[in-house]
């Protein structure tokens, strides 16, 4: 069974930046596609990035894109969110998850792994 694992959350003033990592781990660990979600307290969990087993697709929520970068590290099974110039509309908890497919997909019922997420919280 794989798992992922987040870390790197916490508090952040608006404007600064925030690394998340996501690692994967276990005793079927094939090539996954990789993405991060975020759910805000009283809404529904929303797509932010995705990358691809290779790392040279990426796609983006569109709240996000110009300010997030989504990479990996396959060697580490390490994911990374880098969280460039946040705002208080971030705040959320962000989840990491890994689906059975190389590619990349913005769908939340397309990832077959989630983590137990880990809190962002930006300040103004």
């Known amino acids: 069974q794989v798992r992922v694992r987040e870390s790197g959350g916490g508090l952040v003033q608006a404007g600064d930046s925030l690394r998340l990592s996501c690692v994967a781990s276990?005793?079927?660990?094939?090539?996954?596609?990789m993405g991060w979600f975020r759910q805000a307290p009283g809404k529904e969990r929303e797509f932010v990035a995705a990358?691809?087993?290779?790392?040279?697709?990426?796609e983006y929520a569109d709240s996000v894109k110009g300010r997030f970068t989504i990479s990996r590290d396959n060697a580490k099974s390490t994911t990374y969110l880098q969280m460039n110039s946040p705002k208080p509309e971030d705040t959320a908890v962000y989840y990491c998850?890994?689906?059975?497919?190389?590619?990349?997909?913005?769908?939340?019922?397309?990832?077959?792994?989630w983590g137990q997420g880990t809190q962002v919280t930006v300040s103004s």
């Open positions: 998850a890994g689906r059975r497919g190389s590619t990349i997909d913005r769908r939340r019922d397309a990832y077959d792994y």
């Open positions: 990358i691809s087993w290779s790392g040279g697709s990426t």
């Open positions: 276990g005793p079927t660990l094939t090539a996954l596609g």
